[in-house]
């Protein structure tokens, strides 16, 4: 197997765990709200600290410590209650994503995808630590390959995430399903907050 296949497999297999990220991606896509940007975001993002761990782990596995973590937890934290709190309070819920998309202007969705996706610890534990270290023996030929293979991965799920989501969206257009897909966001962003809550306990202890 080419070094660019295992690159693309691996991270494929690491970015297709549902996360607060993916989820958030999902949604601008059923808004049909800035998903260029947000999938393009992401997908730079990914390319970026793909290839910070993959060259820069020797120095990484010394200062990924379990203190940055931990702030990058507590960062998380605050932000998914902020999140979901700004959820509950639209009386009409994600019925009106048609009202809610015009409260976001293009500063608010670069601010929520760029939160999104660098105060969440698992965007680093799986491109940062995770890729970093599986290539660290790696030639630099391979490495380099490993590294294009593993962004690709993530530009072809970021953009199917988005625009899948955007051509879902013609086919949820009652209040019935844009109250259940919105209850369904609240629920597992109070899961995600919850887990990592417990993190940041467990790890203090």
Known sequence: MSHFMLGFITGLSLILAIGAQNIFVIEQGLKKNFVLLVCTICTLSDFLLIFLGIFLFHYFQYFFTSLIELILN?????????????????????????????????????????????????????????????????????????????STSSLVFFFMLGYMSKYLSNYFKTEKVW????????????????????????SLR
């Open 74 to 150: 507590f960062l998380l934290l605050i932000f998914l209650v902020y999140f979901i709190w700004g959820k509950i309070r639209i009386k009409t819920h994600l019925l009106d994503l048609r009202t809610e998309k015009n409260e976001y202007s293009l500063a608010k969705t670069l601010f929520k995808t760029l939160s999104f996706t660098y105060l969440n610890p698992q965007v680093y534990s799986d491109t940062v630590f995770f890729l970093g270290n599986f290539s660290k023996d790696f030639l630099l030929q391979q490495k380099f390959f490993f590294g294009i293979g593993a």
């Open 179 to 202: 109250n259940v897909i919105n209850i369904l966001i609240i629920m597992f962003m109070s899961f995600l907050t919850f887990y990592v809550l417990v993190n940041i306990i467990y």
